[in-house]
């Protein structure tokens, strides 16, 4: 059964900062890994969505990496703005049941 | 424009009250997911439909019904909602076989009183 962690739970930053976050999974096999970012009260919107053959993706300050062989993922914000502030869950798609599994997010604040 | 359109975006029902949410997609996707998201969880799949085929999760409860009558269009029907199933409802869809990237709607959020 497909477990995915993200760590930090809530992480707080001044304005302006880069940031990392993480996000692990125990079963490398499969199809993709999809970061979403979603505000309160709503749904999820897609950030960034990372092929299993694919290494990274960039979007604007936003950069993903993938490294399916040790199940980790890392989502690279560039230069956070208060705008930022939102909760950051990752979707692991994998190839065995064809569904996403979801860690629980990291709450990102970004303190003007 | 929005491409998964879920209605209503709040409901407030009674216990034991049934309540029906839709959710509508314009992707033309085969593959459509109901999630469950209570406060600071991770998004539980409740079932998934690809195509006509439905995808029971094993521990959704049998409280917990769907329909899919065409491509387009999905419901989640909740028979007798208990306090335990407020929630944010969550609909997904994919294409590619469901190995594609996944869309959200904005949710429907249920309150039990």
């Known amino acids: 059964k497909q477990e995915v962690t993200q760590i930090p739970a809530a992480l707080s930053v001044p304005e302006g900062e880069n940031l990392v976050l993480n996000c692990s999974f125990t079963?490398?096999?499969?199809?993709?890994l999809q970061w979403f970012r979603q505000d309160p009260g709503k749904g999820l919107t897609s950030l960034l969505l990372?092929?299993?053959?694919?290494r990274e993706q960039t979007s604007g300050r936003l950069n993903a990496s993938l490294d399916k062989s040790s199940g980790r993922s890392t989502l690279y914000i560039a230069a956070s703005q208060p705008g930022d502030s939102a909760t950051y869950l990752c979707?692991?798609?994998?190839?065995?049941?064809?569904?996403?599994?979801f860690g629980d997010g990291t709450t990102l604040t970004v303190k003007p | 424009d929005a491409m998964v359109i879920q209605n209503p975006r709040y409901q407030v029902t009674q216990f034991g009250k049934p309540v029906t949410l839709s959710c509508s997609q314009t992707?033309?996707?085969?593959?459509m997911y109901w999630y469950q998201q209570k406060s600071s969880q991770a998004p539980k799949l409740l079932f998934h439909?690809?195509?006509?085929?439905?995808?029971n999760e094993a521990d959704t409860p049998d409280n917990f019904q769907s329909r899919r009558p065409n491509t387009s269009f999905c419901f989640l029907d909740i028979r007798s909602p208990g306090l335990g199933d407020a929630a944010m409802y969550l609909c997904?869809?994919?294409?590619?076989?469901?190995?594609?990237?996944?869309?959200f709607g904005e949710g429907s959020r249920l309150t039990v009183l």
């Open positions: 979707a692991v798609r994998s190839t065995n049941a064809g569904k996403s599994t």
């Open positions: 990372i092929q299993s053959s694919q």
């Open positions: 439909y690809y195509d006509k085929d439905f995808n």
């Open positions: 079963d490398s096999a499969i199809y993709n």
């Open positions: 997904a869809t994919s294409g590619h076989r469901g190995a594609g990237e996944l869309f």
């Open positions: 992707l033309n996707h085969n593959v």
